[in-house]
């Protein structure tokens, strides 16, 4: 069974600062999709950014990018130039591309991100 | 266009009572899901539906069962409601049932169970 891990609940950064979350995961499969996504206040899950293992090359959405070490079994995610709506649970999660196994996302236990104005 | 909707927000019950948390999506999606989320903890997956008229268990689907009623409703019903059965429950859908299809979140819904 697949797990994810996040070592870090809380973390905090001065607004328009840049920080980085900490992901990893453990699989014995080689072809995946990791996830980050954001939980405001609001509750609602929102997805931020996506990366499939067979893609070498990092992806960016904005000011989100993300830094996969496939080796190392590592998934950051980096905000930069922070806003105060980026307050929020951030959640890592992986997800299978096999068949039958492919519905489940395997979720971290979060990082709660505070931005300081 | 609404997305995912839930109902109710918020819920208190008895132990052993039972209620159907309710769920529809606007966006035609094929797949749908439930989620559960608890204190300190990613969501975890109760049941899915791959597509109408199919449904599956997740990772922890003990204690509930799920209806798909048609393309647009999913709901999940707590037979004999437990304590440990306190959580924020997630309703979620996606265009198809692969890891490619983003899925969208409801709001959640809040159920107490003393």
């Known amino acids: 069974a697949q797990t994810v891990t996040q070592s870090q609940p809380e973390m905090s950064v001065q607004e328009a600062e840049t920080v980085t979350l900490s992901c990893t995961y453990d699989?014995?499969?080689?072809?995946?999709?990791l996830f980050w996504y954001k939980q405001p206040p609001s509750r609602q899950m929102i997805l931020v950014i996506r990366q499939e293992a067979y893609k070498q090359q990092n992806a960016t959405e904005n000011r989100f990018s993300v830094n996969f070490q496939k080796a190392a079994k590592s998934f950051s995610l980096k905000i930069s130039d922070s806003q105060l709506g980026d307050a929020a649970m951030y959640f890592c999660a992986y997800r299978s591309r096999l068949s039958g196994s492919a519905r489940q996302l395997t979720f971290g236990s979060g990082t709660q991100l505070t931005v300081l104005p | 266009n609404a997305g995912v909707t839930q109902t109710p927000k918020f819920q208190v019950l008895k132990t052993g009572q039972s209620m159907t948390l309710q769920c529809a999506q606007d966006?035609?999606?094929?797949?749908m899901y439930w989620y559960r989320q608890d204190p300190g903890m990613g969501l975890r997956l109760i049941y899915y539906?791959?597509?109408?008229?199919?449904?599956d268990k997740g990772e922890v689907p003990n204690g509930y069962n799920v209806s798909r009623l048609n393309k647009r409703e999913f709901s999940l019903r707590l037979e004999s409601a437990a304590p440990s059965q306190t959580s924020v429950y997630f309703c979620?859908?996606?265009?198809?049932?692969?890891?490619?299809?983003?899925?969208?979140f409801g709001p959640g819904t809040r159920l107490t169970v003393t």
């Open positions: 539906s791959a597509s109408e008229g199919t449904t």
């Open positions: 699989t014995s499969e080689s072809d995946y999709y």
């Open positions: 979620a859908s996606s265009e198809g049932p692969g890891p490619s299809y983003e899925q969208y």
């Open positions: 966006m035609n999606h094929n797949s």
